[in-house]
């Protein structure tokens, strides 16, 4: 760690914006600490702050006790001088976190990081640069999973956002496929309390032949039966999330990102179908300092791949299958615009690992690897090919949100015998293979 006292204006601790992100520190920018003589983020670096809480003991481990906080940044007894407000000891706890340089004293939400004016900063978890109503564009978020070892290098958190262009009958999240909020519903969990059929404004509960049945032509997913359902069999899947609440939640395991190479993943459906969400958020994972990777079906103007692209380190580009016309059966469009993408992004540079899905009974045919092959020799620069077989857990999401009819029922999981014989073929043919993928994994199979 270097630590620079910028004694001759401030007094105040100015750590190296690089030094500061792996050790948790705060970060202050020069100019600012000497006019306000607050502690001050540079705005580059003030996700760090979302650290603070848990990085916290660490920070006090490394500052002598017997120091003045005007030494070092932090008051003799530990407590939190970073607001105006907290350091006077008047400052509500919900006032963690405002750490924008210009004047502090029009900041009381929490975790506003943005530089610019304060009083536009209203919204929580605002960490993007520059404007702050971009800041808090807001998507439809499904999951936001953490630990992911599956999408990407490294330990990452893979944020999975609504709407698809594609209809894949194997698809793993078919919770994604409506850009809206939906009504997952699982019978086998309902306990028959009738809460869902008093609460519906719609009535779309009914009892048929002593089955309870669901009315998806007349449900709104407003929810209303959801937030009654304690047996969980009834689940709003989908919500609105700020750029900042995402973020938020993304960096908690920055430290897992640092030892291992990881970062955050934005997965869907199709990512890009939310370009002004995913380009905000990407750039702020930049900026935070994050590798960030787009898995994309493809299946999109190329316009919005130019405009991520200076955000992205790596694409995850599904290939699902070469012939054309099975592409369509498949996955309800031609894969023409899919490959025009892929070579048109290859050619531009962007980092990009292929990811085919392997369908037993499908496209697990002498013709498709052949094909896979062919795309890769014809793409010299791509990172790696990776071979992901299918396996069944999406056929039950399915059900749930009432699209049983897009299930190809009965495909099988490939044996693993077959996944080797395709990973030995492609590197006997000197393509490079990202891992073997595992038929016993709980990796999903395409998007
Ligand atoms: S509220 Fe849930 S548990 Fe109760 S009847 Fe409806 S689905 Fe079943
Ligand atoms: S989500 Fe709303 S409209 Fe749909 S079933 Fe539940 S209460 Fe009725």
Known sequence: MQRRP??????????????????????????CAAKSGNIVVSHKCAVVWFLRPRLGDRTQGRIPRDRTWTETGMPPDGRDISHPARRDGDGPDAERG??????????????CVASGSHTKATQRGCVASGSHTKATQRGMVFDVQRFSIHDGPGIRTTVFMKGCP???????????????????????RCIGCGQCFRKCPRAAHAMVDERHVL????????GECATECHAKALEIVGKEMSVGEVLDEVLRDLPFYETSGGGMTLSGGEPLMQIAFAEVLLRSAKEAGLHTCVDTSGSVDYGLFERVRPHVDLFL???KETDPERHREYTGVTNERILANLRALHDSGAAIRLRCPLVGGLNDRPDHLEGIARLASELPELEAVEILPYHRLGEGKLARMGLEALARAGAPVPEQRTVDEWVDELERRGVKVAGRGRTSSARPAGS
């Open 6 to 31: 910028c004694a001759a204006k401030s007094g105040n601790i100015v750590v190296s914006h690089k030094c500061a992100a792996k050790s948790g520190n705060i970060v202050v920018s020069h100019k």
């Open 98 to 111: 405002c750490v924008a340089s210009g004047s502090c004293t029009k900041a009381p939400q929490r975790g």
């Open 166 to 188: 594609l209809r894949c009958g194997w698809c793993h999240n078919p919770e994604s496929m409506s850009p809206e909020p939906a009504l997952s519903f699982q019978p086998e």
């Open 215 to 222: 009315d998806r032509g007349i449900c709104r997913a407003c």
């Open 317 to 319: 580009f599904d290939y």
